[in-house]
């Protein structure tokens, strides 16, 4: 990520003046995910912005690991309590440890080189919970980078067990769910 892409995330966050991104409610595939982890469980929160996941997380009785570039997401968040720990770091270049999560959560961030990373970084067993936006196909025009192409998720997680999915159009495209499994 360059560092115009980390300084554009900054200004967001920075500018949120309504504060939607930190006060909305956590995303709609946590639902899918919380009643399934067990207690403690250890949880990767990616690009996770200004907490509103991580916190969700960690009010469940969960460990949580939170990666975003924008250090000031995590400055306007403010203080998270022993269950969250914040790492400022650049995702195209920082790699998770192998086998360290029981839940990687992905929100609104579409990184395919990153992608086959992700299913070694889960334990056995352990989940993964993406809520992307999707791109409808438009013979016109190739899809914006950072959205995902319907049914594209089963390619870039094909190491993992598909559990569910939903894929729901809109005027905008839309919204992808998918919860994936790592082999026991």
Request: with cysteine; aromatic share 8%.
């Amino acid at each position: 990520m360059s560092r115009e892409e980390r300084d554009k995330w900054n200004a967001v966050y920075a500018s949120d003046a309504e504060g939607p991104r930190f006060s909305g409610p956590p995303a709609a595939v946590l639902s899918w995910v919380l009643p399934l982890l067990e207690p403690g469980s250890r949880c990767l929160d990616l690009a996770s912005g200004p907490l509103r996941h991580a916190r969700a997380l960690a009010a469940a009785g969960h460990e949580v690991l939170a990666v975003d570039v924008a250090e000031e997401a995590f400055r306007r968040a403010g203080e998270t309590g022993g269950a969250i720990t914040t790492l400022v770091a650049d995702l195209d270049r920082w790699r998770p440890d192998e086998a360290a999560f029981d839940l990687i959560l992905d929100v609104h961030y579409l990184n395919r080189e990153f992608a086959p990373l992700i299913g070694r970084a889960l334990r056995p067993g352990g989940l993964l919970a993406l809520e992307i936006r999707l791109a409808l196909p438009d013979p016109n025009r190739p899809p914006p980078p950072f959205r995902l192409r319907p049914g594209e998720a089963r390619d870039l997680h094909r190491d993992l067990e598909l559990l569910r999915f939903q894929e729901n159009a809109d005027n905008e495209g839309g919204i992808a769910r998918y919860l994936f499994r790592r082999s026991p």
